[in-house]
């Protein structure tokens, strides 16, 4: 008799674990790459800036903004920078002009230079933080590279500014300019959804992953960037994330996880730094694909979701 309530109090408690965890929220913060000033259709770049600013504070969010020097190295810049870090987001350096590492041509004194001049650009602001993201996600070609610049970031107080989940917003923002181009007034709804399914299925992915590797939950990074495609759907992404069982948190907080002290001895090292520990891991190695994330993955599929969108429409 003692026996069974004994068994049906473990299995009282495991359900009741269970329940917790599936109503656990998983925790996400914004990052955003490459402010600028350019020009695109529909929006002026006031108009982008403030269309992303307005989003954040409606979520009630600080993100990381990882400045590219040469993007927005005028007064125009400097007034896009200010809107910011008057907003109290974080203001972290992505290099001066954006060189790919992983460059045979781009040797470690070319690249540490131009992550000094990056930097140099942003210091006096209130919320300078010493966060550097590698371009591309490409952090060296050779152990040489590698160690080289985690040397540098380290003796100058900096930190990787990484990735936990990586995405290829980046190629449907360019579809969209693509698509204005030919016609200004074109349909934007279907890359709006699939922008959104495509961060959800990213997001999905890359906890997974994070579980097998770590064993546990951890408080994710989210790459996107200062675009287009963020001004006009920001919104609709992070109110699907929090739909979907995400809670969104500040950069800040994100980057105290535990996980901020891992350097994986990759080569080439890269990508997310999820997929950098998976891939120290020869089980989990066979399943990576490389690149992590780029626009050979979301070409045809992008292409087909526009098509059905299109049929749907002519049917209706």
């Not at 109090?9 to 656990?24: K, P, R, T």
């Not at 929220?25 to 800036?49: C, H, M, V, Y």
């Not at 990576?288 to 993955?297: A, T």
């Amino acid at each position: 008799m003692m026996k069974r309530k004994i068994r049906f109090l473990i299995v009282g408690v495991l359900l009741i674990l269970m329940q917790i965890s599936a109503f656990a929220q998983k925790e996400i913060a914004i990052t955003i790459d490459d402010p600028n000033t350019s020009e695109t259709f529909k929006l002026n770049w006031q108009e982008r800036n403030n269309s992303i600013l307005k989003t954040l504070d409606k979520h009630k969010i600080k993100a990381a903004l990882f400045v590219c020097g040469m993007r927005v190295n005028d007064s125009n810049g400097k007034e896009l920078l200010n809107k910011w870090d008057i907003k109290n987001h974080l203001i972290c350096n992505h290099s001066y002009s954006h060189l790919y590492f992983n460059s045979k041509s781009k040797t470690s004194e070319i690249f540490i230079a131009d992550f000094n001049k990056g930097d140099s650009l942003i210091r006096n602001f209130k919320n300078y933080t010493k966060l550097f993201r590698f371009p591309y996600l490409k952090e060296g070609n050779t152990a040489q590279k590698r160690d080289s610049m985690r040397v540098a970031m380290k003796t100058d107080g900096y930190k990787n500014g990484y990735v936990t989940i990586d995405a290829s917003d980046w190629y449907i923002d360019a579809q969209i300019s693509i698509a204005l181009k030919k016609d200004i007034n074109t349909d934007l709804t279907p890359y709006k959804e699939y922008y959104i399914n495509h961060i959800l299925d990213r997001a999905k992915y890359y906890d997974s992953l994070a579980h097998l590797v770590f064993k546990r939950d951890i408080k994710h990074t989210l790459l996107i960037h200062h675009s287009l495609l963020n001004a006009l759907f920001l919104d609709d992404l992070l109110i699907a994330l929090n739909e979907n069982g995400w809670k969104l948190i500040n950069a800040k907080e994100a980057y105290n996880d535990v996980i901020s002290s891992q350097q994986p001895l990759i080569e080439p090292c890269g990508e997310s730094i999820v997929w950098q520990c998976a891939e120290q891991i020869e089980e989990i190695s066979k399943t990576l694909r490389y690149p992590g994330e780029d626009e050979e993955y979301e070409k045809e599929p992008l292409e087909k979701y526009i098509e059905e969108y299109e049929l749907r429409m002519k049917i209706k």
